[in-house]
């Protein structure tokens, strides 16, 4: 079918949507609109729960954070002494 069939079918389609169809099924429509409501709180709960996991992920960062800071504080005691130890080998060089 050619382009010019195929849109004068589609308009044909359109007008008689538009125009012709007066048989509106009101509780069907209201159905439709109150799903759309039960949706609504549907995604109320999804967002709920995208605040807890975000909750639980900001408790485990501080978390990682506090263990990181532990960490790095050992790894620096850890230099320092063994800094403390090789000073007094590098002033025994130098003399």
């Known amino acids: 079918m050619g382009r010019g069939r195929q ?15 007066t048989d509106t099924d ?3 429509l209201q159905q439709e609109l109150s ?5 609504s709180a549907a995604e109320e709960e999804k967002a709920g729960a995208e605040e807890k996991d975000l909750d ?7 978390k990682s954070a506090a263990k990181a800071g ?8 850890s230099l320092r002494a063994a800094m ?12």
């Open 7 to 21: 849109k004068a079918k589609q308009t044909r389609a359109a007008r008689k949507l538009k125009y012709l169809t």
């Open 70 to 77: 532990k960490l790095k504080e050992n790894v620096n005691s």
């Open 56 to 62: 639980d992920y900001a408790s485990w960062a501080a």
């Open 26 to 28: 009101y509780s069907q």
């Open 84 to 95: 403390a130890k090789m000073a007094p080998a590098a002033e025994k060089e130098k003399l």
């Open 35 to 39: 799903s759309k409501k039960t949706s």
